[in-house]
């Protein structure tokens, strides 16, 4: 069974635990420990709150869950107005350059989700139904590398 990475904003995620739940059903593993709520700073800044050491040990977490995944799905909303601190945009691009299958569920909020190797569903039933989670191992993919 694959492997998978959960990618959105902090604030979704008590709607990704009914995601990581559905997967786990299916029989895969979900390698996103930040879903387990133990990664909570608030969106009023990362100056203010947490110790260097605890956003080291959040970055080195998701760093080491996503490289361990065999697919990375990252969601998306319409962009917000307020403070967004971007990490998942930094989850796909790894995820992009380490060669993992790139899933996008939600609206294409950057030109990055356009890539031709980038599947997008416009939400979670969606990408359900067409996967079914069938599919588990990765496709090949056609990027170039540009060094």
């Known amino acids: 069974m694959a492997k998978i990475y959960l990618a959105a904003r902090y604030s979704r995620r008590e709607e990704l635990l009914t995601y990581r739940a559905?997967?786990?059903a299916m029989g895969h593993t979900v390698t996103s420990r930040w879903l387990n709520g133990s990664h909570q700073i608030s969106d009023e800044g990362l100056s203010a709150e947490g110790t260097r050491?605890?956003?080291?040990r959040f970055a080195l977490e998701d760093w080491n869950d996503l490289y361990d995944a065999s697919h990375c799905i990252v969601f998306t909303k319409e962009p917000r107005g307020s403070n967004s601190r971007g990490g998942m945009w930094v989850e796909m691009g790894a995820a992009l350059?380490?060669?993992k299958q790139v899933i996008v569920c939600?609206?294409?909020e950057n030109v990055f989700c356009c890539l031709p190797d980038v599947e997008r569903f416009d939400d979670w039933a969606a990408l359900l139904d067409v996967y079914g989670w069938a599919h588990v191992?990765?496709?090949?993919?056609?990027l170039e590398v540009i060094v």
């Open 97 to 99: 350059a380490w060669r």
């Open 137 to 142: 191992e990765p496709l090949p993919l056609s």
């Open 106 to 108: 939600g609206p294409l």
């Open 22 to 24: 559905d997967l786990e």
């Open 53 to 56: 050491e605890e956003r080291e």
